[in-house]
């Protein structure tokens, strides 16, 4: 079987593999208070042009997500997504299990909008009704669930209005440098420091083996954050593995080559999957794609290929997802594209 299936089913980039090996038998304190973890920080740090930042490596992306939404909402706060976002429809509940709601806006194209989150300040009476829960940040993914990227000007426009509400803007990066090497992006680095509040770089689908860079601008969400990471079970005992890794995939711009290898390949999907005339769910530039085929197509498909299933569109046709990574080999897309 030709796997499909996700971005982070197989081990890990062998540059960062080697680093590991390298350093394996090192005696470095733990928790992430060692040399390796500290250049990591600094790399980011210097990477993303937000010197006074705090960085913080986590493990994955739903412990990442739950402490960083723990410590920066009081407990009658709220965080606004989209219906699609990862924090709705694959944590198992980790936000809500916190003591905090989401209140969501169906997105068609997986992004948020200056025009959801107003209807949903508006519906909460802008914060302000002390019977319903307070609004307070705004998450949002780059690249989103379905693959799709905000712009510049996107993230902008969603700056502004969270200043207008006095809302945290927080984006979740598991999938940033498939969403920042995507034929048609036009944000850098450094205008995620500049536009949010908070965010983090992934590493666990773009070729590590585990690993989440969390970084804080917002002075006021810095303090005592090492607290909660330990409270929520996050904080990794034998944490220079993280710097380790992330040192090697900062080096050269080992994160963007890999995530380039994987948008290639899938936008070679994509364009087979125009090109036989399948229509498709969002049109995702990044390593994710949707299309929308036949049950008896996907039941074909199914025997030579692994893919997940995204949702029916109607009784006689399925959405299902494709995704490339850094290992998806040539010959594997070959063999999808023809039987496309």
């Avoid at 739950?66 to 990862?86: E, G, K, M």
């Avoid at 850094?326 to 999808?336: F, G, R, S």
Wanted: glycine share 6%; hydrophobic share 45%; aromatic share 8%.
């Amino acid at each position: 079987m030709i796997n499909f299936r996700n971005d982070y089913s197989e081990g890990a980039l062998p540059e960062v593999l080697q680093a590991l090996t390298d350093t394996n038998l090192e005696a470095t304190c733990g928790y992430g208070m060692d040399d390796y973890c500290a250049r990591a920080a600094d790399i980011v740090r210097s990477r993303f042009a937000c010197p006074t930042a705090d960085v913080h490596l986590m493990v994955g992306g739903t412990i990442t997500n739950r402490t960083a939404i723990s410590a920066f909402l009081r407990p009658w706060q709220a965080a606004i997504a989209v219906t699609s976002a990862h924090i709705c429809q694959h944590e198992t509940g980790a936000i809500e299990a916190g003591g905090h709601k989401i209140l969501h806006a169906a997105a068609p194209d997986g992004k948020l909008t200056p025009d959801m989150v107003r209807r949903i300040m508006r519906e909460h009476h802008n914060g302000h009704d002390e019977h319903m829960v307070q609004p307070k940040l705004v998450y949002i993914s780059d690249a989103t669930e379905l693959g799709t990227i905000y712009t510049k000007a996107e993230l902008t426009a969603l700056r502004a209005v969270c200043d207008e509400y006095g809302l945290y803007l927080y984006l979740d990066g598991a999938r940033l440098a498939p969403a920042l090497v995507a034929e048609s992006n036009d944000l850098r680095p450094e205008d995620f420091a500049q536009l949010c509040d908070a965010f983090y770089i992934g590493g666990t689908k773009n070729g590590l083996l585990f690993g989440e860079a969390l970084v804080i601008v917002n002075d006021m969400l810095k303090p005592d954050f090492r607290h909660i990471i330990k409270q929520c079970g996050g904080m990794f005992a034998k944490g220079r593995l993280l710097g380790v890794q992330f040192c090697a995939y900062f080096e050269h711009d080992l994160w963007l080559s890999a995530a380039r290898h994987a948008v290639l390949a899938a936008q070679r999907i994509a364009r087979a999957c125009k090109q036989a005339g399948y229509p498709l769910l969002a049109d995702s530039p990044t390593n994710q794609i949707f299309p929308i085929v036949s049950n008896e197509k996907k039941a074909e498909l199914a025997e030579t290929f692994i893919f997940e299933e995204n949702a029916p569109v109607d009784e006689t046709h399925t959405a299902i997802r494709f995704v490339t990574s850094w290992a998806t080999k040539d010959a594997d897309v070959d063999a999808l594209v023809n039987a496309l």
